[in-house]
């Protein structure tokens, strides 16, 4: 049982959110709508049609005695957007913007430095995100908003958990940066959807929703209900997703807001469709990349596995120069240069990327000894090493530490300062820094959202 909710157990609510944890998240929130938890807008107007004539909105879907139609609706029911009463769609709304911030502050919070991205872990966070903002949206928030939520969740947790408020920056620039990216995207999504379903209807202006259908023919004539899993499909809502970035769970929530009801069956069927062209994209993108060596290693060669220590090295560096959130996020390295992508939001200046030459040229100068020893995972994070811990690894894993240098003495080698760089790695690499010669960035530039690339040469 989560801290949220034995709160709310020990002071004898039934509510989850009822608690000293939600109540700051939705005091801001309600700050930034202009509504209250609870509240609800003016009455709508009774339901017309576009002649003019009214729907009883008091009428059941289903006439009295009608009979389960397929995955249809049981008697008297209504899609699950109608049963909420007055109120229940701003708190929803709320609830969801409230609890989505908080999961994806904790998530950037991390030490991992997870992004918001298209693939695995990154796709989760995207779209908490997403669905958040769209939300608020919905409740009246018209300006950038959810990293004001994500300060409120740092101030109430981060005695606790001191990395939310070592990661404050991180959190609040990734939740910024991906906002106005949705936004951009967010109203132009919207048009293609609703031409989509004109389209396939093929009723010109605004169509009928199933639900008016329903109040006016009744059962028998439903047609409209029964090919909504075919006017959008699994493979347009890939399609759709890959153009504008809309996730499939915002499309289905919007169409239920317009009273397109789906079974669960039809949701099941259109994922599963979606998952299949995903992992048909997956495996052409992979296709370019079939013979790169582990860890993004093209080859073994002697050169190769310089630049491969110098891509320790420049991580090092870049985590001294732009702070601790920098991590790892892909790498090519071949033997005339190494590509590197790592989390990062702005463009770095020039003056940081000398910073970080100059600090591996540094250790480079001091001839550090390169040495592996292989060790129990749960010693790894005690030990100050780096490594993508939402990876599988095994349970000892190869750590690779450039530094600290060493002094022979008549008693042994004395160690002198701190390791530069150490982190979880496979290897291959160099013995001595002494070998690599002079490193030089010769780009830096975006790769995607939240991550920047760097390309560099040793002279």
Not at 350 to 361: F, G, M, R, T
Request: with cysteine.
């Amino acid at each position: 049982m989560g801290v949220e909710r034995t709160i709310s157990v020990l002071n004898g609510k039934k509510d989850a959110f009822d608690n000293e944890l939600f109540y700051p998240l939705f005091a801001k929130i309600e700050e930034l709508s202009g509504k209250k938890y609870g509240s609800y807008n003016a009455p709508q107007p009774p339901l017309k049609l576009r002649g003019g004539e009214d729907l009883n909105p008091s009428q059941p879907p289903l006439k009295k005695g009608g009979e389960e139609k397929g995955d249809l609706q049981k008697e008297g029911e209504i899609p699950p957007n109608l049963l909420l009463q007055k109120g229940e769609e701003t708190i929803r709304a709320m609830r969801i913007i409230a609890d989505h911030i908080k999961a994806a502050t904790f998530i950037l919070g991390d030490e991992k430095g997870l992004t918001p991205s298209n693939v695995g872990a990154g796709y989760v966070l995207r779209r908490l995100i997403r669905r958040a903002v769209r939300y608020g949206k919905q409740i009246g928030i018209n300006q950038i908003f959810t990293f004001k939520i994500a300060e409120e969740v740092v101030k109430i947790y981060q005695d606790t958990y001191a990395e939310l408020r070592k990661n404050k920056e991180f959190i609040i620039n990734q939740l910024v940066n991906e906002e106005e990216k949705f936004l951009k995207t967010l109203e132009k999504g919207l048009v293609v959807l609703g031409r989509r379903l004109e389209a396939q209807i093929g009723v010109k202006g605004q169509p009928y929703t199933p639900h008016e259908v329903r109040l006016i023919h009744g059962p028998d004539n439903i047609q409209m209900w029964d090919d909504v899993p075919h006017i959008i499909t699994g493979k347009w809502l890939f399609d759709f997703y890959q153009t504008l970035g809309f996730p499939p769970e915002l499309v289905i929530e919007e169409l239920k807001t317009k009273d397109y009801y789906f079974s669960q069956k039809d949701i099941d069927n259109l994922f599963s469709e979606f998952n299949k062209e995903l992992k048909k994209h997956q495996e052409l993108s992979r296709t370019a990349s079939a013979g790169m060596f582990k860890g993004g290693l093209a080859d073994a060669s002697e050169a190769t596995v310089k630049y491969h220590t110098a891509a320790h090295l420049m991580l090092a560096a870049l985590r001294q120069v732009l702070g601790e959130h920098v991590t790892q996020k892909g790498s090519n390295i071949t033997p005339e240069r190494l590509r590197f992508d790592f989390s990062h939001l702005a463009k770095m200046t020039p003056e940081e990327i000398k910073k970080v030459e100059d600090l591996v040229n540094e250790q480079i100068q001091k001839n550090l000894p390169v040495v592996c020893e292989e060790i129990d995972l749960e010693e790894v994070k005690a030990k100050g090493a780096t490594g993508v811990f939402g990876s599988k690894y095994g349970e000892r894993v190869k750590v690779y530490t450039v530094g600290p240098s060493t002094h022979s003495t008549s008693s042994g080698q004395v160690r002198l300062g701190s390791a530069f760089s150490r982190e979880i790695c496979g290897g291959p690499h160099v013995e001595r820094t002494g070998v690599l010669g002079k490193f030089k960035i010769k780009k830096e530039e975006s790769s995607s959202a939240g991550v920047r690339r760097i390309k560099a040469i040793l002279e």
